[in-house]
Each structure stands twice: as C-alpha cells, then as structure tokens.
C-alpha cells in the first residue's frame, strides 16, 4: 500500500538556522511528488512539486528515487516559515484516481 | 470563484443526527475531492468527482456517507446517523484536470459530534 512517514511530528529551529523536514514514501510506481503548508487560521496550500524542481520562499525538495525520499530543505530559517507542513505524493489519475496520499505532517516552528 | 468555498465553518451534531457539509469548487475546476483529517492527524481520502460523476470512492464509508456533484450547485457531502468518530476536519480541494492537476483547497469545516 502506498504510505507516507513523516517522523517529526514538530521540528523547533532558531531564526537562521538550517531546516530539513524529512519525508520518505513508499510506493511501487513514479509519483508526482508536492509539499504542502498550512499557515496558522489558513488554509492548506502548495508549496511545492518535486517536477517544477524551483525554489518557493527558499524551500527546495530533492526527490531521491532511490531512498524514496522528498525532504524539504531551507538553509536559513525565518519566524514566517512556522506553519504544518506536509508531504503528499499524487497517485496518478488514470489507474488510481488521482488523489493525494499525505503524511501525518511536521509542526515547524522557529524560535527568534 | 477564485477560492475554494466550504460551509459551514463548523458544524455540530448530537450522535445518530445527520450533517450536511457544503464545498463551492474553483469555476472551471473539473475535479473535486473529499479528505477527512481527524484529531489533526493525517488527512483520508473520501471520494473525488469529475464534473458530476463520481471518479473515485474508493476512501467513502458505504453505510452512512454519501456525496454529490450537480451541475449549477455546490458539492455535497452528507453523513446519515453521525457516529462520535465522525468528529473530524472535512476539507474539500478541487482541481483543473488531470494535466493541470494542483488541488487547491478549501478552509475545511468542522464537524463535532457530540
């Protein structure tokens, strides 16, 4: 079955620290690969996707095929960025819907 | 509209009543889903649309749960005999098609069942 694991539930950084959010998946064919963020009172909006392989507000995600992995990386952190993130892979659309399948999500939060 | 619209906010039900819970999705949007989030904990795909058709049931407990897309109207998803572990954050997402396929997501209502 197809699974997301996201193993810190919170991840508590100083202002201009480093930040990695770790996400491993495992399914058997090509996901496409997003992170979304949910701000404090927003709503759940994308961050990223692992094929426009850009840079949002200083997040980068490295799709690793080989650890099945898509960790979301910042190397300066910023008071802005405390929010819920999550990693979703989408199942594709012609065999199995196209839907999201999401991790439990990491509460990031970072201190002045 | 330009964001995906759900109603109510919050929504409380004594056990056994039923919930209807609304979803407005982006005009033009052909796709809509259904994810249920209990206790802020990962997020369950329910069913999803394509126009008015079902396209995926796949996640919809079949006794109590039903959903429906109709044309000129807003999505529904209504729970007959609403059970204590129906008690959940109900998000709706809809998307532009299967090419275009970012989910933009609505608020969520708050479903208490008490």
């Known amino acids: 079955a197809q699974r997301v694991t996201q193993p810190e539930k919170l991840l508590s950084v100083f202002k201009g620290a480093p930040v990695e959010l770790k996400c491993n998946y495992s399914?058997?064919?090509?996901?496409?690969l997003f992170w979304y963020v949910q701000y404090s009172r927003q709503r759940l909006q994308l961050l990223l996707r692992?094929?426009s392989r850009e840079s949002i507000k200083g997040f980068t995600a490295d799709l690793n095929k080989g650890e099945t992995s898509f960790h979301l990386k910042k190397p300066f952190a910023q008071e802005e960025d405390s929010a819920m993130y999550y990693c979703a892979p989408l199942l594709p659309f012609y065999n199995q819907g196209g839907k999201l399948i999401f991790g439990q999500g990491t509460e990031l939060s970072v201190k002045p | 509209g330009e964001e995906v619209a759900q109603t109510p906010k919050h929504l409380v039900r004594g056990e056994g009543q039923k919930a209807k819970l609304y979803c407005a999705p982006i005009?033009?949007?052909?796709?809509v889903f259904w994810y249920q989030q209990v206790l802020k904990n990962e997020f369950k795909f329910l069913i999803s649309f394509q126009n008015e058709n079902v396209f995926d049931e796949t996640g919809m407990p079949k006794e109590r749960f039903s959903a429906k897309c109709l044309p000129n109207s807003p999505c529904s998803l209504e729970i007959q005999a609403t059970k204590l572990e129906d008690s959940a954050v109900y998000f709706c997402a809809s998307s532009p098609g299967s090419r275009q396929y970012e989910q933009y997501f609505g608020p969520g209502t708050r479903l208490t069942v008490t």
């Open positions: 692992h094929i």
């Open positions: 005009k033009g949007h052909s796709y």
């Open positions: 399914y058997s064919g090509s996901p496409e």
